[in-house]
Every structure is written in structure tokens, then in C-alpha cells.
């Protein structure tokens, strides 16, 4: 009854990664309740806007706005993808609690996307841990850097990343300023072994500053993922309410690992995400109501918790009420 | 390059499992279609038939004649389920080399579907023990019983099922006659830490006879908890081409687990499963002009091959038609 659980941190990044990959715009209204929705369940680390040009994605044009609706919540981890110096300034100036810059591993990738090698890019790296500097010499509160290190898991230009690639960009981004680093299997190919393999050679340069993994369920192994990196030690990871931003039966799907049914796994296996499952499914409705026809998706969402599951809760339910009674 | 691959058994149960849970009647010719697209991809292992009464199931009222079928192919494993005495007698002499006899390990789902204890319903094996014991003596091939050990994982009726009991009924199964021991999460409730605790439990009791696992992907988990049961020793597992027989998005949802994201996991790890992805996602093909209109699932017959994966095919079968070419 009063066993210890080991907390696992799940960041909510539907209001980024989701709706940057989605046409439709949300209003800023639903960015609002989708966010009180999820801190109401117990979310506590948000990803809720990158700082990227309205004109390149509209869908985050409210990004400072989204942003200081979330900072009202004084304990909720507020992030921000941010592609560039000039977006890290706004994301600061927003209020953003945590920057996260990515950085392509692939080769082939980085010099399709930004037209720099990966090496190139980490100069940027080193212009953000200026300004965050600068910034905190004038009084206010230190910024997290996080260093995203995407396509780790392979690259749909390249195919396979070799191993000593990602462990020299992690130590180069670590070197040119990055607190932490964060990986992402932004093409959705990362497969268990190698997952533990990758994790093992990053952390041999990296240590306790390799912080998080961010999968996407494109071939169904979301989930069988996590547990590896479980395994290996790893207490954080991203997620979309819905598994929004990817349909996962679609070609070239790329949807993020499914909030709920994440938690539901974490839960089942005993560790302390401190979400409330109904109430995080509960939350789905914002969802239905602000983006009507777009498909969610979700295992448990369909298929309800496992009677087992509802039994243990309603008597954990009943015991607090017990107590409450009496108090 | 010469690394030597250790040998998972994938055991397509779709035209039992999945088959047996949809409406629809598939014909006989289809079947054989189906078998001998499977065998073509390399599965060696089916379960092709139920001997149950054809006005109860007509799903599977050509049993007999599938069985024939496979039998033709002379290295296929072929495994008929049989709810009685009666059913391993038809299973026997149709051919079936493995006979799955369930037995539901939670008292009130047996209670309900076969108003018999689990205890009682060891009798049943004891019987099939019986008969596969006469059935050798008068020199026929001996024919092997497998306990299909049913709601392992949690029951829709029961909720959680008690370690002890499972390991009573395998313990039970064992000493009536049964040869091995399979469980089935055949609610689709199994979560990862309780399916390692489920196979230390059982295997207390069982030793190696524990031999196969049989998950439904019901809650999203399918491939996470074969993740453990690898990590827990087991090498053999059920799964059905396109999920076919559950829908995974619908309520109360039962689909097993797809064969060919399975084997594209076990694939990716190292596995030997001796199956050809490219031809396993072909046979697909069989499913869809059988059945038009009935859902066909999987992540990987969406998303396809990653990069990394179709390049060192290719690389392969390249080196492999350089050696033909020159020998």
C-alpha cells in the first residue's frame, strides 16, 4: 500500500509537435483549454509552441500567447521548440521555462533542411548559451537548454545514422552550451535493440545530461521503445494527447506516442507520472470539440481500462473517501 | 556478417484466432491460398482450425479439409484448437500434430462459458492425455497437447486473475497429460511488469515446458509485452496476419497481434524468425481479396520497410545474387 514509486516525467507535446503536423489551425482559445485540461490530469511538463515564422506554420503564430497562459500555472514545465537564435530570444522574452533547439544527425538531412552539416549547426548551440547567460546576468530566471538531436533512429534520406555520429554531436552539443540532450526518432524507424544500443553509446558522452526520448509509433513500436529506454534508465518522454499530428495508418505516418496510452503503460507498471488517466482522457474532448473531424487515436481511449485497472482505482477511490470522513 | 541469430517461433493463428472472431465465413480455398502464402513467406508454425460444432462456429466448418491442406507441406507445424474430448479425437485424425486445449484460468469466465471449475475442466486433459497415449500405441505419429492457459492477464468478468491460480492450473495441466504450456492475455489486459511476473510464476511450476505466449493488442501493449516475455526466456509466439479478428479501434476490441509487425520487431532485434517481411506483406494480398471491406491492420504494411532496413536487403540480396552469379 505504501510502496514507493519511481516517477517518470511525460511531456505533453501535442500543442507543438501535434498541431505543427496538422494543416488546420487551433484557435487560441482550445491552446488554452487543452493546456488547463492537461494540468488539470496532472500534467506537468508541457512542449506548447515552437518560434518558428508565422508564415512557415501559422499553426504557432500565438506561441508568446500560448505561452504566458501556461506560465499561470506556477509548477508546470513550460517548453518551446525554438529552429534559431531569433527564436530562442522570443521564446525567452515569452517565457518559455525550457528552449529546445534541434539538431538533425543526419548528414543528408541537416544539409536538406537548414543547408548546414549538423557540425555547422552546433554554432547556433553556442549563441543560445550567450544569450541565456546574458539573459540570467540580468536577474532573470535561468533557461534550460536542451539540445533535440532528431533523426537518430534513421533518416528517410540517409537510412542508417552511424552510432559515432550521434555520440559526436551529443558531445558537441553539450560542449558549445546545451544543459541536456534530448533524442527523437523523428522518422518513426527506431527499433528496441537499437534503442538501448543508441542510448548506451549517448551516454557515454553524455552521462546524466542525456535527459529524454521523444518516439514516434509510425511501425507500432512506440511503446515497446519506451520500455527499452526504461530499461536503460531513461525517466522522460514526450507524448500527444491523441497521438495527434500523425495518422499511424497512413503512409508516411508520424504520429507521436500516444499520451494516455503511454501513461497507461507507465501506470500498469507502477511508476508515479502523477496523471489522472480518466481525467486525462476526459481531456480528449477539448480535442474533438476544437479540430471536429480530425481522427484521435489511442488504444485506451477504445478500448476503456481493463477491469482489474477500474477496481483498483475506485477502491483506492473509496479508501481516500474513507479517510476523508474521518478526518 | 556471419553472426549466428537465435531463433524465435512466429505461429500464424489467423485462421483460427482470427478467423473464429469475425462474422464472415471465409471459403475453403481461400484457406489453402492463405496457408500456402505463408508457407511461401516461411512460417512454419499455423494454428488452421477449431474442432468445435459447425452450427456453433461454421467459421470453421472445414476444419478437416484445412488441416489435410497443410499437412501437405511436410516441415509445417500444424495445430488445431479443441474445446473437448471429441474435438482432439477429429483434430487427431484430420492430422493436427499440436492440439491446443484451453482452460481458463479465471474461475468465473470457465464457470460462465463452460459452467465447469478450471479444476474440473482438468479432467479434459487428462482424457486427451488418454487418447494421445492409444492413438501412439496403435503407431500412429504422437500427436502433442498443448494447455492453452486462457485470461491469464485479467478477466472481463473477474478482473485480476491470482498468480497462484495460474500456476495451480499449469501445475494441474501438467501433471492431467498437457505436453506445454501456452498463455493467452485473451482479453487483451496483460501490462509489461505483470507479464515477467506471469512467466517466473509459471515457470516455477512448468520449467521449459512453458513454451508460447499469445497476446492481443487490444490496449496497444502487444508488442511491448513480447518485449518481456523475450527478455523472460520465451522464443515462441501467436500472431495474426493483418491483426485480422479484432478491431484495435473499436470497443471491447480483441485483434491479436499482427504477424508482420512482430516479425519486423523480432526482425530488427536480431531475431531469426526464418519469415520473409516482403513476402509476409504480400500474402496480405489473400486477406483482402477473401474478405473485401473487412479491416486489415498493421503499422508496417502502412508505413513500410524504414530505409535502413530496405537498404541492407537490398545490399543482401545483391551479395547474395553476386555469389550466385559466380559459383
Redesign the interface.
Known sequence: MNEIRERVVVTEVGLRDGLQSIARIMPTEYKRRWIDAAYAAGVRHMEVASFVPAKLLPQMADAAEVIAHARRYADLHVSALVPNLKGAQHAIEAGAQRIVAPISVSVAHSLANVRKTPAAMLDAFAAMRELIDATARAGAPRVELIAGLSTVF???????VPYADIAAIARGALQAGADVIALGDT???A????VGEVIERVRDVAGDRLRSLHFH?????G??N???ALRHGIREFDASLAGLGGC??????TGNV?TE?LV??LD???YDTGIDLALLLESRAVLAEALPGEPL????A???L???FA?ARRVASESAEHVASHS
Do not use: W
Not at 191 to 194: D, H
Not at 248 to 253: F, I, L, N, R, S
Open positions: 534513421g533518416c528517410t534520406l540517409q537510412g542508417a522518422t518513426g524507424e527499433t528496441p535493440r537499437q509509433d509510425t511501425r507500432g513500436l511503446l515497446a519506451t520500455l527499452v499511424p495508418h497512413a503512409p508516411g505516418a500516444n496510452d497507461f503503460m500498469s507498471m507502477g487515436y489511442g488504444y485506451l477504445r478500448a476503456g481493463p477491469k482489474q477496481d
